[in-house]
């Protein structure tokens, strides 16, 4: 229980203020210390453990019905994707307090599992492969790219996020050589784009991200 001095704006739990020593209110205040705070933890992991319940809730649902009716079409998959990126969408992207490079980051991967699922559910056209996921790449890496543009203080921060999704840029051209796309175009440009990025962080980077981005790659 604290008592609030509205004097110093501070909550202490004796009935003398410490620093101005009046006699505080005989009530005792609503507020703990940090209780704002607490309160949106509590709140944010409830929330969090709830869209979790409900999205087990779904998928289960979801594959029983399928098992039941009609095994011979997964129609569940067309619940499985969506579910699953909207659950780390809202318990990562939204409510986490994690790192907006590893947001991007995990928003591309899980964007991109759930495009391929519902890509394999509705024949295996590939045109997740051929088309969405390099697009995917090649956006992601033009969002974290303007990010440490805009806020070179931080590029610390973000080094290591745009390195990888340098890396993820050549992915596409290994799905083409591995033959899982026959689409070269969207492939070779996100490569080339990721190539391009390469070289301008090396070129118009200070000494000390030049000596960063050259120990990551090893050069």
Not at 34 to 47: A, D, I, L, Q
Not at 116 to 135: C, E, K, M, Q, T
Not at 164 to 184: K, N
Not at 201 to 219: A, D, G, P, Q, Y
Request: hydrophobic share 45%; glycine share 4%.
């Amino acid at each position: 229980m604290q008592h609030y001095c509205s004097n110093c704006k501070t909550y202490t739990k004796q009935q003398y203020c410490p620093l101005c020593k009046n006699q505080l209110s005989q009530e005792a205040g609503d507020n703990e210390y940090y209780p704002v705070y607490e309160t949106r933890v509590k709140r944010r992991r409830f929330v969090q453990r709830l869209v979790l319940f409900i999205a087990i809730f779904a998928i289960s649902t979801s594959l029983l019905i399928n098992l039941l009716t009609n095994s011979d079409s997964w129609w569940f998959l067309y619940v499985l994707g969506p579910t699953l990126y909207a659950l780390l969408t809202i318990n990562h992207t939204i409510l986490s307090r994690a790192h907006t490079g590893s947001k991007v980051i995990l928003q591309v991967i899980a964007l991109s599992v759930t495009l391929f699922i519902l890509d394999a559910a509705s024949g295996n056209s590939r045109w997740s492969i051929h088309y969405v996921i390099p697009f995917l790449v090649t956006l992601a890496t033009l969002f974290v790219t303007i990010i440490v543009l805009r806020k070179p203080m931080k590029w610390r921060e973000y080094i290591g996020y745009l390195t990888t999704m340098v890396v993820l840029g050549f992915l596409p051209v290994l799905l083409f050589l591995s033959s899982w796309s026959t689409v070269l175009w969207p492939s070779a440009a996100t490569a080339l784009y990721a190539l391009l990025t390469l070289i301008g962080m090396i070129l118009f980077s200070e000494k000390t991200m030049k000596n960063e981005i050259v120990r990551r790659f090893h050069f």
